[in-house]
């Protein structure tokens, strides 16, 4: 059982003992402890709120409590006091994942209550002031007494709330005997639910295999994106596809129609969200001006987190919009951050194929960097990033594959988790005019890489030496031009 006034006092102790060198400077991290998904991605009130599963107390996983911050642009956030604890006896092991909506002028939190049973239950908090949440419910929502008969009351969590046509509605991943699964509930008032039916079924475009996961279909969401409804949730154990689903865990969205009625969502492509290493537990809010933002989780499950003896592990992706078009979703960073750049360095016309080039005044790693290459007879060609004597990170295209690479074997600290390849992670990109557009943020620890306007994202996180700064361009096997390439230091205080 915890207690929110114990974990705020904990942090206030203590936070000022974390150690530096591998903090973000605008990406939403915990102030001390470990945290993973984000939770209730919110507009409320003036504010953006974002929450995250979050443990104060160690810089491991352990029973969930909710941290919180809040922002008006994405990128400077403030921290707030934990929202939620794990202190009534539906939820005393643990507030797992879950959504916010507002209702009658108030932010309520729906989220799974974990007891000491292990059973996942839907549970309601709420505040009127967006930061000092209540607990009035005696029991939860969507208890056991309302499960379908597909479903294990032990892996039925991570509600995403939203409301349509009079009704809220509300999507948790399930599991039953042997299949993945997510099921749609619908209320009039948040409070009674009622059991609609299941998104998927084995007669979906992808069969069996996607469908029979023998695990949950974590953190689903739900969004309108262009015009295109759009279903994004993080699967458990998909199997590899390629250079698709590499990472134990994989995010991907779905294009299709719900069925309010019956549940089932209708669907035609199933795609990985991020091509990277470290990308998890995405969840979207739309913003008055109907912006459908993403945040996620910037780490994969069962990997060495470097962090973890400094006191802190986990961070959230930089907040991304979301479009839909060519048939695809298109990821690009919150148009906020370009508010942060300072220090501007443009090249243009740099031809490429023999020695790596440097340019003066493109150096460093909390920085964003647009690079355009035009391919010409290479064979690959790219950028190292976080380079020193000893590491360097790649990211190229690979012009022979047609896919842009991440390789980060050599980038400092040695990662490695439970999947076979621990060195790259690539995304097939089509390239008709010979030209790729790398856009890439760096935050000391972390990079994300958008390709070609955001076809595709690549995130991972890197953990080189404090001195590791440099930035080169290259074309191996053949020559290439650099087209432009702008570097921006991102300043966030
Ligand atoms: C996904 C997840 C969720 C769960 C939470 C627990 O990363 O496993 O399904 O609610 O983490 O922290």
């Not at 009035?136 to 969590?157: A, C, H, L, W, Y």
Request: proline share 4%.
């Amino acid at each position: 059982m915890g207690s929110k006034f114990r974990a705020n006092s904990y942090i206030a102790r203590n936070s000022g003992t974390v150690v530096q060198r591998y903090r973000h400077s605008y990406h939403v991290m915990p102030e001390i402890g470990w945290c993973n998904d984000p939770n209730g991605f919110a507009y409320y009130d003036g504010k953006i709120h974002l929450f995250y599963q979050y443990n104060p107390y160690s810089a491991g996983w352990d029973t969930m409590h909710w941290g919180h911050v809040t922002s008006r642009d994405f990128i400077k956030w403030e921290y707030q006091p934990v929202a939620l604890a794990p202190d009534m006896p539906y939820d005393d092991c643990g507030c797992f994942s879950g959504s916010a909506i507002e209702k009658d002028g108030m932010l309520y939190l729906m989220y799974t209550g974990v007891n000491a049973e292990g059973l996942q239950q839907q549970c309601l908090a709420f505040a009127s002031d967006g930061v000092s949440f209540e607990k009035p419910f005696v029991e939860p929502v969507i208890t056991k007494e309302n499960v379908g008969s597909e479903m294990s009351i032990q892996d039925f969590r991570d509600p995403y709330v939203f409301r349509t046509g009079g009704y809220y509605y509300s999507i948790m991943g399930t599991k039953a005997q042997d299949y993945g699964n997510i099921a749609l509930y619908r209320s009039k008032d948040l409070i009674n639910w009622q059991f609609q039916g299941y998104c998927m079924n084995g007669t979906d475009p992808k069969g069996d295999n996607y469908y029979r996961l023998n695990a949950v279909y974590e953190c689903p969401c739900f969004a309108e994106v262009d015009g295109k409804q759009i279903l994004i949730c993080s699967p458990q154990f998909l199997p590899q596809e390629g250079c698709r689903f590499q990472n134990v865990h994989s995010v991907v969205y779905m294009v299709g129609r719900l069925d309010l009625e019956s549940g089932r969502f209708h669907y035609d492509k199933f795609e990985e969200v991020d091509s990277g290493f470290d990308f998890y537990a995405a969840q979207t809010t739309t913003m008055p001006d109907g912006r459908v933002v993403l945040s996620a989780w910037m780490q994969m499950w069962d990997r060495n987190l470097p962090s973890q003896p400094d006191g802190w592990a986990g961070a959230m992706v930089l907040p991304r919009e979301l479009h839909y078009k060519n048939g695809r979703l298109y990821q690009t960073p919150v148009r906020e951050i370009e508010n942060y750049r300072l220090n501007r360095v443009e090249r243009k016309d740099i031809a490429l194929g023999g020695d790596l080039v440097r340019i003066e005044g493109i150096v460093g790693d909390t920085l964003e960097l647009i690079a355009e290459f035009e391919a010409g007879t290479a064979e690959r060609v790219g950028i190292k990033l976080f380079e020193g004597k000893e590491h360097e990170t790649l990211l190229y295209y690979d012009c022979k594959k047609g896919e842009v690479v991440l390789d980060r074997s050599c980038s400092g600290v040695p990662l490695a988790g439970v999947e076979e390849n621990n060195a790259t992670r690539s995304v097939e990109v089509p390239v008709t005019d010979g030209k790729i557009a790398l856009r890439v943020f760096l935050d000391n620890t972390s990079i994300e890489a958008f390709v070609n306007d955001g076809y595709a994202v690549l995130t991972a996180n890197v953990y080189a030496d404090e001195e590791d700064e440099g930035i080169s361009f290259f074309a191996a096997g053949g020559t290439a031009k650099l087209n432009r390439v702008t570097k921006y230091d991102i300043v966030v205080k």
